[in-house]
């Protein structure tokens, strides 16, 4: 969005700022807790996702991955463990004993 302003400068007269000033809405921050015991999707695909970290409480190996995802083909996360993803896809993930896991994701938006 552009949003252009205003200055007074030292004589008094008003210039208006050529260049734009970006004016970005608010991001929301969204939270949660799952147990994940076989595979689930964690977090639907949303385009205004920025990032989500998940958070491994369990004392197994959490698989994550999307389409087609098994412990071969996935990215662990150990218990005990975090780790950041940058992605609008479906977090989808799974696992060969009962989890609990926590996620927190960052989407762009005031109404993300």
């Known amino acids: 969005m552009r949003d252009f ?5 030292t004589y008094g007269q008003k210039q208006e700022i050529v260049s734009p000033v970006y004016v970005y809405p608010p991001d929301t921050i969204n939270h949660g807790q799952a147990t994940v015991n076989g595979s689930a999707t964690l977090r639907a695909a949303n385009g205004k996702r920025q990032r989500i970290i998940i958070f491994n409480l369990g004392g197994d190996i959490l698989y994550v991955g999307s389409t ?3 412990p071969a083909t996935a990215f662990p996360i150990p218990g005990g463990e975090k780790q950041e993803f940058k992605t ?9 004993a009962s989890l609990d896991v926590r996620f927190i994701e960052e989407l762009l938006g005031p109404d993300a």
């Open 5 to 9: 302003r205003t200055v007074d400068t």
């Open 88 to 96: 609008t896809s479906a977090i989808l993930v799974t696992s060969v």
């Open 68 to 70: 087609g995802l098994t």
